[in-house]
């Protein structure tokens, strides 16, 4: 069964630094990945998906995110942080393609200091 | 407008009280699910559909009910709610094609709190 790690249910940057959130996988076939980002009182948005085509994704919002298979990782980055990006971010995998169920992380609520 | 709308969005209930939470898609999705959050555990799907008529077993599917009698909707029936059922639903859809990577479309979610 797959599983997914993030490291860091909180995590605080200043406004225009660095975001980093991490994520790690658990899985014994090629996974699909993806990151979500949940803001306030909505529905979980789709960020980005890796699906096998590239290692490095690009998603919406100026986020990206490295497939490393030899770590089983794919963290999310984005170079400068802005106040709108603070939210809950959820890395998911799927390789049950019958049941298409993601297994989600625990998420990592972002904040963003101004 | 491309969604996935749910009703209700909040909903406070007792032991017991029979109660449903719609889910409606508007993009002709086969595909549709049913997940629950909660604090620490992210989302776990409870059912899950691939098709009118075709329903099955998530990961937490125990106190619940779906049925698929139509495309679009997908409700989620609680016949005899707990409290340890009181949380955050999301009710999701996606297409069904070739590839397994498809998007899945998540609706707005319906917290429930039950007494």
């Known amino acids: 069964a797959q599983s997914v790690t993030q490291l860091g249910s909180h995590v605080s940057v200043s406004e225009g630094a660095l975001v980093l959130l991490r994520c790690n996988y658990s899985s014994s076939v090629p996974p699909y990945l993806f990151w979500y980002v949940q803001y306030p009182n909505q529905g979980l948005q789709l960020l980005l998906k890796?699906?096998?085509?590239?290692?490095l994704v690009k998603g919406i919002n100026g986020f990206e995110a490295e497939f490393k298979k030899s770590e089983t990782s794919f963290h999310l980055t984005k170079p400068s942080a802005h106040m709108s990006d603070a939210a809950e971010y959820f890395c998911a995998v799927r390789v049950d393609t019958g049941r298409r169920a993601l297994t989600f992380g625990s998420g990592t609520r972002l904040q963003v200091q101004p | 407008e491309a969604q996935v709308t749910q009703n209700p969005r909040y909903l406070i209930t007792v032991t017991g009280k029979k109660l449903t939470v719609t889910c409606s898609q508007n993009?002709?999705?086969?595909?549709m699910s049913w997940y629950r959050q909660d604090p620490g555990l992210g989302l776990r799907q409870i059912y899950y559909s691939m098709n009118v008529e075709v329903t099955d077993k998530g990961d937490v599917p125990e106190g619940y009910k779906v049925s698929r009698k139509e495309k679009r909707n997908f409700p989620l029936i609680l016949e005899s709610p707990s409290p340890n059922q009181t949380s955050l639903y999301f009710c999701?859809?996606?297409?069904?094609?070739?590839?397994?990577?498809?998007?899945?479309?998540f609706g707005p979610g319906t917290r429930l709190t039950v007494l």
């Open positions: 999701a859809s996606s297409n069904t094609g070739i590839t397994s990577t498809d998007t899945q479309y």
């Open positions: 993009m002709n999705h086969e595909y």
């Open positions: 890796y699906t096998s085509a590239a290692t």
